[in-house]
C-alpha cells in the first residue's frame, strides 16, 4: 500500500479501522462502538451450494469475509467524503460495497435535503490480507 491510498476496514463486532501506510510509517485510526448492519447481496444466496466442502478452507474464509468488510481508496478522495463532518447532519450512514465503492450518505438538518458521496474503490494488488487469508 503506497502513501496515496487509505484502507477502511469494518468488522461486524463495531470496530472500525481507517490506516494508510508510506515508506517509513505506518498509520492507523481505530474507532469501536460503530453500529453495523450487515445487508445480504444475492451472492449470499448461493453460498450453500458453493460451501458444500465439508465445513473446510472455502467455507471458512467465507464467514470471515462475512464478518469483515474492507476497501482501499484513493486517499484524496476519501479526505473529501470526511468534509462533510462540517455539515449539519441528522444522521450519515456508510457503506462499504467490496469491489466496487465505498458510500456516504448524510440526511442533512432543517429540511435541506441530503448528500451522497461516492468513492470508488482501487483493486488490491493481491487477494491475500494482513492475517494470511486468501
Request: aromatic share 6%; hydrophobic share 35%.
Amino acid at each position: 500500500m503506497d502513501a496515496k491510498i487509505v484502507m477502511l476496514s469494518i468488522e461486524s463486532n463495531g470496530n472500525l479501522t481507517v490506516s494508510a501506510r508510506a515508506e517509513l510509517v505506518e498509520v492507523a485510526t481505530f474507532y469501536k462502538g460503530i453500529r453495523v448492519v450487515r445487508v445480504q447481496s444475492q451472492d449470499d444466496d448461493n453460498d450453500d451450494d458453493d460451501c458444500k466442502d465439508g465445513g473446510g478452507k472455502k467455507q471458512k474464509k467465507r464467514q470471515k469475509m462475512k464478518d469483515r468488510a474492507k476497501t482501499r481508496m484513493d486517499i484524496g478522495r476519501f479526505s473529501n467524503v470526511l468534509s462533510c463532518k462540517v455539515l449539519n447532519t441528522i444522521h450519515t450512514i456508510g457503506f462499504i460495497i467490496e469491489g466496487d465503492a465505498f458510500v456516504l450518505h448524510a440526511q442533512l438538518q432543517d429540511n435541506l435535503g441530503s448528500v451522497t458521496y461516492y468513492v470508488p474503490v482501487i483493486a488490491d494488488d493481491d487477494e491475500t490480507d494482513s492475517d494470511g487469508a486468501e
